[in-house]
């Protein structure tokens, strides 16, 4: 009965907290962009929408956070913690359905941005430029394993390319080159038409095979070549989804590629959810008993000060990782597991 009584406050003030969060930001945003929009009721309301998924990554864990602390002072002002506690309740059973349900959140978003939600802020984009959702990239150079590919136009919503031109490279030497009008991802792999295949031979002598031209309607290549990664990277985009970010990460580092920013785009994704479960117990841990013995207005005060410079600081240096000034590790997993200690710690010094 106290967990349900617990959650339900905590879920409506945290509601209310995001609601009114989410609804600030997406309004300056659009106050902040009213020229660029079109003159549409109905595409200012979807630029809202998906700016509003964006504004998530802030406001969610901050959020969470929050709500917990006017959850606090709720129970304190009323006299409820006294209560809970004069009936035998120890701070470990109140604080437990507050980081539960927070933690249960956290994961939940973490997995919300594991699928393409992640990407509706590209909408939203698309909408202020005046362009179509389906973007187009154009000139893409890159290399995969010991092959270099140039794509003339790159559509990976459609997961389709045209003007695809690929170089085959062993030991410094040019075997082979593929040129194909359209291509089209399917089952891992880019199935390519109307394909012209010129193979050279790996040394060129008289009275030896010559090099060879051949003509093929369909051909299967660059598997695990994935377009939205491709397109991601080129971009030099800050959003990936974790599936896209770990698939990113397994096909560069196979290529000897630096991976930081993307590294640090994974962390960040699970990081920041679980930002809110840490702090939630961090503010229980020194929350007053009583109003009469403590001043609730600098309780209230300090919390969410603490809260918003700890906030600031961590993504300050997520920034920083994405932007190649720190090792993703040292800027974001070594804070993270050196908070999650300190929490720890205190848990076990207060409320033993």
Request: proline share 3%.
């Amino acid at each position: 009965m106290l967990d349900r009584y617990i959650v339900w406050l905590y879920l409506r003030y945290t509601a209310l907290i995001v609601s009114a969060l989410t609804a600030f930001f997406v309004g300056m945003d659009i106050m902040g962009n009213v020229s660029k929009l079109p003159d549409s009721a109905n595409l200012i309301l979807l630029f809202g929408l998906f700016r509003a998924t964006r504004a998530l990554d802030v406001v969610l864990p901050l959020s969470l956070v929050f709500g917990a602390i006017v959850t606090i002072i709720q129970l304190i002002r009323a006299n409820e913690l006294v209560a809970v506690y004069s009936l035998g309740a120890s701070k470990a059973k109140v604080l437990r359905p507050l980081a539960l349900v927070a933690l249960a959140i956290s994961c939940g978003y973490i997995a919300l941005c594991s699928t393409q939600f992640v990407y509706l802020s590209d909408k939203a984009a698309a909408i202020k430029e005046k362009r179509d959702f389906t973007s187009i990239t154009q000139d893409l150079f890159l290399r995969y394993d010991n092959r270099f590919i140039y794509i003339r136009e790159l559509l990976p919503l459609k997961n389709e390319a045209r003007g695809l031109d690929i170089l085959e490279v062993k030991n410094g030497d040019l075997t082979r080159f593929i040129c194909a009008k359209k291509g089209t991802f399917r089952n891992g792999a880019w199935l390519l038409s109307d394909v012209s295949i010129v193979t050279k031979p790996s040394a060129l002598a008289l009275g030896e095979r010559g090099i060879e031209v051949e003509e093929r309607e369909y051909l299967e290549e660059l598997e695990g070549f994935r377009p939205d990664i491709m397109d991601t990277i080129y971009e030099h985009k800050f959003t990936y989804s974790l599936v896209d970010s770990l698939r990113a990460w397994i096909l560069f580092a196979d290529q000897d590629i630096n991976t930081a920013r993307i590294r640090s785009i994974l962390y960040a994704t699970i990081v920041f959810p679980l930002f809110a479960p840490i702090f939630t117990a961090m503010v229980f841990i020194y929350a007053p008993i009583s109003p009469r013995f403590f001043n609730m207005a600098l309780f209230s005060s300090v919390s969410v000060l603490l809260v918003l410079v700890a906030w600031g600081a961590l993504y300050s240096l997520a920034q920083t990782a994405k932007n190649g000034a720190f090792s993703p590790e040292g800027a974001l997993l070594f804070p993270f597991a050196l908070l999650i200690a300190i929490v720890g710690f205190l848990l076990k010094r207060k409320l033993r």
